[in-house]
Each structure stands twice: as C-alpha cells, then as structure tokens.
C-alpha cells in the first residue's frame, strides 16, 4: 500500500461517523519536507471553517500516532468543481455528469476518456461512460484517475 493509500485510510476511520468525506489525499514531496493534500467534502459542500475543524483533528491524530518522521505540510479543501471520483459508489452517484478518465493501459484504442459518466455497474466492477453514443466501459482496476468536469460558472448563470 503506498503512502497515499494508508493516510486515505487513517482519514477516512478518523472521519467515519463525522459527516464528512475523504474524497481523496495525496503525498508529494518537496524540498521542505512532505505536503499531504486531503480533499474532503459533506452533504450541502464544505466551508473554510470545515477544512479547519479536519484540518485540527488530522494534524492532532498524525502528531499522537508520530505518522510522520520528519516535517511535513498538511493542507485540506474542499475537493472543488473538477471533483476526483475514485469509489464505486462516486461512480454511481454522480451518473450523467461530464467526466474524465485516465487509464493505465489502452481500452478502445485511448489512455483518456472524455464523456458523460452512465454509472458503475457492480457485476463486471466497471465504470461505464458515453463517449460519441457509444458507452465505453473501463474496469475499476484500469482507472488511474478521474474526475468530475463541471462548469464553475453554470450555476452562477442559473440563478440570473
């Protein structure tokens, strides 16, 4: 399990029953040590005030548990307009949006995929997206990254 993975899981038990979400972390490293980037989210969306609260009770449980040996950056937000989408109930859930999908290998001839997300369907543990009318279905295990691609103005518009 790489770094990423296990912080994602230590957020996730710290935060289950809270309300909120972990949607996704990631470590990277840099010359002053390491940034652990976790984006979470909750019913209604996140406010600066919420990122504050998980930020405080994640530093507080990483400094108890001495996760990290050496410095390290936390920063936490909200996971924005291009939302990564990486469970297969995500998949389900936001079904009808427009979506972005990266693949490890080739599936129908590309690496990336650029369509509306039909859903997950369990059975073959496949993401399904419409691409040109015709539905593309990528297996969960192929998905090196995806995310949501919404418009951040399109509600703005909405309301005028």
């Known amino acids: 399990m790489d770094r990423s993975a296990e912080i ?18 990631e470590c990277v490293g840099g010359s002053n040590g390491l940034v652990v980037r976790v984006l979470v989210d909750k019913e209604g969306g996140v406010s600066v005030s919420d990122c504050s609260g998980v930020s405080r009770a994640l530093g507080d449980h990483f400094e108890a548990k001495q996760t990290f040996a050496g410095r390290y950056m936390l920063e936490v937000s909200s996971p ?6 990486r469970k297969p109930e995500d998949f389900a859930r936001f079904g009808g949006e427009k ?15 650029q369509g509306v997300l039909v859903g997950f369907d369990t059975e073959r543990d496949a993401v ?7 539905t593309c279905e990528i297996p969960l295990g192929s ?18």
């Open 80 to 85: 924005g307009v291009d939302r990564p989408v």
């Open 8 to 25: 994602l899981a230590e957020a996730e038990e710290l935060l289950s029953g809270s309300g909120y979400e972990v949607v996704d972390v």
């Open 143 to 160: 998905v090196r990254k995806a995310r949501l691609i919404r418009d951040p103005w399109e509600g703005a518009r909405n309301r005028s």
């Open 99 to 113: 979506i972005k999908v990266s693949t490890f290998e080739k599936i129908d001839g590309r690496n990336r995929h």
């Open 128 to 134: 399904l997206v419409e691409i040109d009318g015709a």
